[in-house]
């Protein structure tokens, strides 16, 4: 059964880097897409960006002037770096798997549990 | 900030059928699948429905969804204290090229 796992720093300062890795257990990065999505407090879910096995990768309109997603294919692991990170960039940070079908169309099926980040000085 | 529109809260009282409403558009829920996921706050959200009607695994047939132009549904029949939990509905923006989640609701098992 494959899980992932979230991991990082839980406060960041504002203006720098915000880095999370996700490791993915129980089965390959092989042949699937892999995405990061967020939560701010007191909102609704906000999917920030995905990447394929292969390193295509498709980032949210607003955010792609800051978002990177890369891939560690040696140790099961993707990552997310968002740049220039303010209060608002504070959420819940979660990473989900999803298949080859266009549009995300069978959804995002294996999540993380998320990990919390706060951007505070 | 979403681009998606859902009521922020539907109840009903066990046993009850409740229907959660998803508004969008054309270059959204008009033209693209529509995906619902539950979630229970502090865990993982939980793929409910996928291609607008389909059931992952594990789902109960309690669970089912419906989409007539630019406007999705979710209905729980048979509402049972365990479907407490915030639904949201997702679909592909082809104008935005993103992935957009609806608002939010939260079902409430009175």
């Known amino acids: 059964q494959v899980q992932l796992l979230e991991s990082g720093p839980g406060l960041v300062k504002p203006s720098e880097t915000l880095s999370l890795t996700c490791t993915v257990s129980?089965?390959?990065?092989?042949?699937?897409?892999w995405s990061w999505i967020r939560q701010p407090p007191g909102e609704g879910l906000e999917w920030i960006g995905y990447?394929?096995?292969?390193?295509?990768?498709n980032y949210k309109s607003s955010l792609r002037s800051r978002v990177t997603i890369s891939l560690d294919m040696s140790k099961n692991q993707f990552s997310l770096k968002l740049t220039s990170v303010t209060a608002a960039d504070s959420a819940v940070y979660y990473c989900?798997?999803?298949?080859?079908?266009?549009?995300?169309?069978?959804?995002?099926?294996?999540w993380g549990l998320g990990t919390t980040v706060t951007v505070s000085s | 900030h979403s681009v998606l529109t859902q009521p922020p809260s539907a109840s009903g009282t066990p046993g009850q059928r409740v229907a959660i409403p998803c508004s969008g558009s054309?270059?959204?829920?008009?033209?693209?699948?529509v995906t619902w996921y539950q979630h229970l706050p502090g865990t993982a959200p939980k793929l409910l429905m996928y291609?607008?009607?389909q059931r992952p695994s594990g789902v109960p047939d309690r669970f089912s969804g419906s989409k007539s132009g630019t406007s999705a549904s979710l209905a729980i029949s048979g509402l049972q204290s365990e479907d407490e939990a915030d639904y949201y509905c997702?679909?592909?923006?082809?104008?935005?090229?993103?992935?957009?989640f609806g608002t939010g609701t939260k079902v409430i098992v009175l």
């Open positions: 989900a798997r999803h298949d080859v079908i266009p549009l995300m169309e069978h959804g995002m099926d294996v």
């Open positions: 129980g089965g390959s990065i092989n042949n699937y897409y």
């Open positions: 990447i394929f096995y292969i390193g295509n990768t």
């Open positions: 054309s270059s959204n829920v008009g033209s693209n699948p």
């Open positions: 291609s607008t009607n």
């Open positions: 997702a679909a592909w923006d082809v104008s935005l090229d993103d992935y957009v």
